[in-house]
């Protein structure tokens, strides 16, 4: 790689947003990222899935040459993905499935696009709730899977989910509990460019999880520079009042979890790790892997990340979001698809559920903003810093315990509530205080 492509990206690197052009994709085997050191540090590349046996790497034209001529043994990946697409669903054989499982609950499900990718293909996002045309005070959850358009079995599995939920709905009563008191979000593929392409970046060529805004660098929360996906994706969040989510990923087992950017701890760590098990013990593989402790990792820890849309999500949005990788290979054969299901079904009903373990507020007016200040007072005082609100709801996921909410409305005085969160519980419509005449 010369030195003015290096240049080049290394100004790329400073910004906001990361546009490093994925025109390689090569596997490092038995190395760490550590003898590519000074590609990582201008930016130029883009290292992912670390583990004892080596690591990918992602780059412009020219890093093959660079590799060889550091004598780094190295080869193109690629080619190993194509055999595997014969049999899976195209974009347009998805939207059909997602259109009839929609179609058999109406009440309940509904099925609308939250924009387009760069070639035109709608971003499908299925709602699920009891009173699915009205917008409910109800805590609200999110599954986005794809972004990286070659791992493509969270595209799969969140698709079964949507269809099991349309034929047990009312039928099963844990599925028709947490339909009836949360709201619910499901994106099958936020890259459907990048599938049918086979490729892990979208049709520019731009991986979709390195061009959020980089909170680490102080950016601001603004989609100007972003890509098509991510625009949509940022709109659609500035939108709702998720607080819980998860993106699905492939090419390894495991659950990574805040902060991707920087190695500090994020200040409800501890917790954190608890959500992120709910997940990982209930999934035998992801429970007993020999590459990390329980199945969890701290992001960082395993790999850095800058632009990514877990940090983006926790640090502008207040929605506590994990990374769930589903497969070691990206793109297994299709007919290995509904193992995945079956080792991923009650690891995804139930880190859905940990939605509720958490409380909020309601308040009549619906163009209110302010601050919520939150601070623990069982078993623990602890304070937890100051949140903004925006509308007539908040909501935050907590540990177990009591807690005192401070909310200062725009041009009233503070109130002053006292919630308590427990674990394993399904509320009606949520663990929402009145503040105000409702």
């Keep these: 790689m010369n030195k003015s492509i290096i240049f080049g990206l290394l100004i790329l690197s400073t910004s906001a947003f990361s546009t490093v052009r994925i025109e390689e994709e090569?596997?490092?085997?038995?190395?760490?990222?550590?003898?590519?050191?000074?590609?990582?540090?201008t930016g130029s590349v883009i290292v992912d899935h670390v583990s004892s046996e080596g690591f990918e790497l992602y780059g412009e034209k020219g890093?093959?040459?660079?590799?060889?001529?550091?004598?780094?043994?190295?080869?193109?990946?690629?080619?190993?993905?194509?055999?595997?697409?014969?049999d899976y669903p195209t974009h347009a054989e998805i939207t059909k499935k997602?259109?009839?499982?929609?179609?058999?609950?109406?009440g309940q499900m509904k099925l609308f696009s939250i924009g387009?990718?760069?070639?035109?293909?709608?971003?499908?996002?299925?709602?699920?709730?009891?009173?699915?045309?009205?917008?409910?005070?109800?805590?609200?959850?999110k599954y986005i899977s794809s972004m990286h358009g070659d791992e493509i079995t969270g595209r799969e599995l969140t698709t079964f989910m949507v269809e099991e939920i349309a034929e047990k709905y009312g039928k099963d009563k844990a599925i028709t509990e947490l339909v009836n008191n949360t709201e619910i979000f499901i994106m099958p593929s936020m890259n459907p460019d990048g599938s049918e392409l086979r490729q892990r970046g979208n049709a520019n060529n731009v991986d979709l999880n390195r061009n959020f805004p980089n909170w680490n660098s102080g950016a601001q929360n603004t989609s100007a520079n972003a890509q098509q996906e991510n625009k949509m994706v940022m709109a659609w969040q500035a939108s709702r009042q998720f607080s819980l989510s998860a993106n699905f990923h492939g090419g390894s087992v495991c659950v990574n979890y805040p902060w991707d950017a920087t190695l500090d701890r994020h200040p409800m760590d501890k917790f954190i790790q608890e959500l992120s098990t709910v997940y990982a013990e209930l999934n035998?593989?992801?429970?007993?892997?020999?590459?990390?402790?329980?199945?969890?990792?701290?992001?960082?820890?395993?790999y850095v990340v800058k632009g990514g849309m877990q940090d983006w999500s926790v640090f502008y949005h207040n929605d506590l979001q994990v990374t769930i990788?589903?497969?070691?290979?990206?793109?297994p054969n299709y007919s290995e698809i509904p193992s995945y299901w079956k080792n991923n079904r009650d690891s995804m009903y139930a880190y859905m559920k940990e939605v509720h373990r958490g409380a909020g507020f309601k308040l009549s007016n619906f163009n209110a903003s302010g601050t919520v200040a939150i601070k623990q007072i069982s078993p623990i005082s602890k304070d937890l810093g100051s949140y903004?609100?925006?509308?007539?709801?908040?909501?935050?996921?907590?540990?177990?315990?009591?807690?005192?909410?401070?909310?200062?409305?725009?041009?009233?005085?503070?109130?002053?509530?006292?919630?308590?969160?427990?674990?394993n519980v399904v509320r009606s419509n949520g663990n929402y205080s009145a503040l105000d005449k409702f």
């Excluded at 997602?98 to 109406?106: S, V």
């Excluded at 009173?131 to 409910?136: A, C, F, I, P």
């Excluded at 990788?325 to 793109?331: A, D, G, P, Q």
């Excluded at 935050?396 to 427990?422: D, F, Q």
Aim: net charge negative; proline share 6%.
């Design 325 to 331: 990788e589903l497969s070691m290979s990206k793109w």
């Design 116 to 141: 387009k990718s760069v070639k035109g293909k709608e971003l499908w996002v299925v709602k699920i709730s009891d009173n699915v045309e009205t917008d409910e005070i109800e805590p609200e959850f």
């Design 284 to 302: 035998p593989e992801m429970r007993n892997s020999s590459e990390f402790e329980g199945g969890i990792t701290n992001g960082a820890d395993w």
């Design 63 to 86: 890093l093959s040459e660079y590799l060889d001529q550091k004598n780094i043994l190295h080869f193109s990946t690629k080619s190993l993905k194509n055999r595997m697409l014969a």
């Design 388 to 423: 903004p609100f925006r509308g007539s709801e908040f909501y935050k996921v907590l540990p177990e315990g009591e807690y005192e909410y401070t909310v200062t409305e725009k041009n009233n005085s503070p109130k002053k509530i006292v919630v308590r969160v427990e674990s």
């Design 26 to 41: 090569i596997f490092v085997p038995a190395q760490t990222p550590e003898v590519i050191k000074e590609l990582i540090q």
């Design 98 to 106: 997602l259109q009839a499982a929609t179609a058999k609950l109406p």
